[in-house]
Each structure stands twice: as C-alpha cells, then as structure tokens.
C-alpha cells in the first residue's frame, strides 16, 4: 500500500474500478481460483481440482477474472495457462480471508494469520 493515499476521496473511475473488483471477489468459487493462482500459475483443469468445480465453471470465471484484468492467460500449444496479475488484490484477499478466520473462531487475536499474501514478483502492482 500506499504510504499517503494518491487522492483525498475516491473519483467516480476509482470508486467504479474498487466496486468491480468487490464484485468479482463476490464469489466463493473466484476467491478460491484467484488464492490458488496467487500460490502459481495453473491451468483450468489443475484448477478444477484444486477447487472443487467443473474445468467449465472454472473457465467461465477464469473468463471473467481476465476481463477484470485480475488474471493473465498464456498459451502453451493448445494448453492456456493462468496466473493472477494484480499484487494489490492479493493482499486485499489474504486480509479477507484473514478476517474469516476470525469470524469463524478459526482464529483469534492471538493466532498469526494463515493467509499470507504473496510476495512474488511476478505480480504486477498497478
């Protein structure tokens, strides 16, 4: 993060770009790719199982990820690879699952956090 913050209050662009990004962290199954691509890059089916869903649902969401610009693709002959493109946004999902453990007592204000995020420098931060 940032040590001041860039702008006062957010403008109408920022405050859209942070609502589209909560809204594609709204799903279960999103924050458990995205985790799993913050650990390395994948492939739809290697994220299938790591995730417990059809490789067609992860590759719908995949779809959407990339859109958002939270997730690269590469190609590989007729396999794609994905990896998550956004340090930002991993830091916001280790502190949100974070936040469940402690909601859930898996946790408490004791405990280290289990979530971590990622310190490659793979990621850009934008």
């Known amino acids: ?3 001041q913050p860039v702008h006062p209050a957010p403008d109408d ?4 770009i942070a609502a589209e990004t909560f809204r594609m962290l709204s799903d279960a199954t999103r924050v458990k790719i995205l985790w799993a ?5 994948s492939s739809v089916n290697s994220l299938a199982n790591l995730v417990g869903a059809a490789p067609t649902a992860v590759s719908q969401h ?3 990820l990339r859109l958002a610009g ?3 693709s590469r190609r590989e002959g007729t396999f794609a690879y994905y990896s998550a493109s956004d340090a930002h946004v991993n830091r916001l999902l280790a502190e949100a699952l974070s936040h469940a453990e402690h909601i859930t007592g898996a946790a408490t204000a004791q405990s280290s956090h289990g979530y ?10 934008r």
């Open 1 to 3: 993060m940032h040590e």
């Open 13 to 16: 662009e920022h405050a859209r």
């Open 37 to 41: 691509l913050f650990q390395g890059e």
């Open 62 to 64: 995949l779809s959407k």
């Open 70 to 72: 939270l997730v690269d």
């Open 116 to 125: 971590r995020a990622a310190g490659r420098a793979s990621q850009r931060s």
